[in-house]
């Protein structure tokens, strides 16, 4: 079994800041590429941030200059710091992590999502 377990999120004013942590346990050999996406209420899920475990990023044009993904790869962990938050930022956080389990078999789990709302 696998799990990719949220923190962070919360109620914030425009302008401010949150950090965002997943973190993967269970049966795990590796972990390959981590992401953040979102889903705000009556839209589809998107992708925010990528880092793959070579610690390259890919990041949304709406999050450029403002998100930044991060991993501590001992700790099967990712981040994403999010400043210079905007009202349009509110939506559920989602993790994503590609492992690779038993017998060098490669799954994608999500994590429960956490909300991020902003206010203006």
């Known amino acids: 079994q696998v799990q990719l377990v949220e923190s962070g999120g919360g109620l914030v004013q425009a302008g401010g800041s949150l950090r965002l942590s997943c973190a993967a346990s269970g049966s795990i050999i590796s972990v390959n590429a981590m992401g953040w996406y979102r889903q705000a209420p009556g839209k589809q899920r998107e992708l925010v941030a990528v880092i793959t475990s070579g610690k390259d990023t890919t990041y949304a044009d709406p999050v450029k200059g403002r998100f930044a993904i991060s991993r501590d790869n001992a700790k099967n962990t990712v981040y994403l710091q999010v400043n210079s938050l905007k009202p349009e930022d509110t939506a559920v956080y989602y993790c994503?992590?590609?492992?690779?389990?038993?017998?060098?078999?490669?799954?994608?789990?999500w994590g429960q999502g956490t909300q991020v709302t902003v206010s203006s």
């Open positions: 994503n992590a590609e492992c690779v389990i038993g017998g060098g078999i490669k799954v994608r789990y």
